[in-house]
């Protein structure tokens, strides 16, 4: 079994930053993918950024030039640095990893920018 917890969310106001830290644990085996997802209240589940196991980044639009992915393959861990945030990050922030065909994901922390 995987387990990935989430820390480093909390209330920043517009124009701040915050580094979430997502730290992996279990079994893992295999080269992997890690992603951060966000929801915010009321909304679906989105894509955020991913960190390929070949060493890429992609980020979703709405974050491209403002977040920025990171790994430390040896502590298994990814980082999401926030930079310029906005009221509408506001969101729940999920790490993820697969392995194989499988995803695993943390539960969560939460990211409140106000106006």
């Known amino acids: 079994q995987v387990q990935l917890v989430e820390s480093g969310g909390g209330l920043v106001q517009a124009g701040g930053s915050l580094r979430l830290s997502c730290a992996a644990s279990?079994?893992?085996?295999?080269?992997?993918?890690m992603a951060w997802h966000r929801q915010a209240p009321g909304k679906q589940r989105e894509w955020v950024a991913t960190f390929t196991a070949g060493g890429d980044t992609n980020y979703a639009d709405s974050v491209k030039g403002r977040f920025t992915i990171s790994r430390d393959n040896g502590r298994n861990t990814v980082y999401l640095q926030m930079n310029s945030l906005k009221p509408e990050d506001t969101a729940d922030y999920y790490c993820?990893?697969?392995?194989?065909?499988?995803?695993?994901w943390g539960q969560g922390t939460q990211v409140t920018v106000s106006s």
């Open positions: 279990g079994r893992i085996f295999s080269i992997h993918d």
């Open positions: 993820g990893l697969t392995q194989g065909s499988s995803w695993y």
